[in-house]
């Protein structure tokens, strides 16, 4: 005869606390592993004597993230760099069994002279830009199974509700994607929940003219994810090259993101402690907040242009940016691997 619903639950209620499951970490990270030519990643990843290259490594080790999206890595058609790169995390002790990579619009080229320089073929007239296919694309790596839910790289800007593209030549227009490296929607599934990551790298809001190409293209690629947040529970991630104050940029299309989505402002030690002068001593943002590291005398300075943004309904556990504070083993090693700071949240999932 079974218990009564009451009993059953006080009994349940007197056992031992069970240990509930490890926290979900999700990072994003822009390790700047591109390079000058085609193949020259994999010829760097399988010398293995390249320095900046093992100072990413350790940095990723470091961080111990279950699923990290890297921007900035370079393409291949057979994903020949992205498997080396996994072979070394996996010998330094942060095995990633699930890949993703797909083929970028960095580098893509349009055969048009897209800037309207009298020029083809240069990385301007590729749909991104790019000195080759899939310069400085995006991969994905994962502890748990990852499948690509829809790729929208291929979507087209002016098909953009609200879009503010610059006026271009007929030509242009007919061709130019929205996406300067891409858009992807994929799917990580993690004890048996999937959870949907929403995940891009946007153009650098500078390098062109009083028409604000890029920094229109920029505001417009994060502004596409406005409309197309899951009902289900997602994150949002990448490298939106867009602080929500500072420097260049359409500010309002990040300050629009942030309002849609949850920011548990990630901060470090690291970017507390950075000299505040130059650029940065006219900075409106919390420096603790900071992402990537620019020159301050002659340049932007710090900014937060990397997150991780868990829908509003998530519970985040915890969240920082992988930044340590000055003489910190690990600070030089951090700065030797790329301007950009790795960043991480920790959801409690499922």
Known sequence: MRPPATALWAALLALPTIA???????????PDLSRKGPGLLLRDIETGKDRQIAAVV???????????????????YDNRALAGFAGLLADAGAPYPHQFAAQPN??????????????????DDAQGFGMFMGQGGMALLSRHPVELVADHTGFLWRDLPGQIMPPLPD??????????????HLAVTVRGQPLHLLAYAATPPVFDGPEDRNG?????????????????????????????????????????LLARVQDPEPASEGGRLAPQDGANATHRGNPALDTAVWPAADGPGSLRVDYVLPAPGLTVLDAGVFWPAPGDAMADVAAAASRHRLVWVDLDWP
């Open 216 to 256: 229109r293209r920029n505001h417009d690629e994060t502004m596409f994810w406005l409309d197309r947040l899951p009902d289900a529970p997602f994150v949002v991630l990448g490298d939106t090259n867009l602080d929500p104050h500072d420097s260049d940029g359409r500010h309002e299309a990040m300050q629009a």
């Open 106 to 123: 960095s580098g893509l080229a349009t055969g048009i002279d897209l800037d309207g320089d009298g020029r083809l073929g240069t990385g």
């Open 171 to 184: 030509e242009a227009v007919a061709v130019q994607r929205l996406s300067s490296t891409a858009h992807w």
């Open 58 to 76: 350790q940095v990723i080790a470091a961080a111990d993230a279950d699923v990290i999206l890297l921007t900035g890595f370079d393409w291949d």
């Open 20 to 30: 509930t499951a490890e926290p979900l970490r999700i990072a994003s990270y822009s």
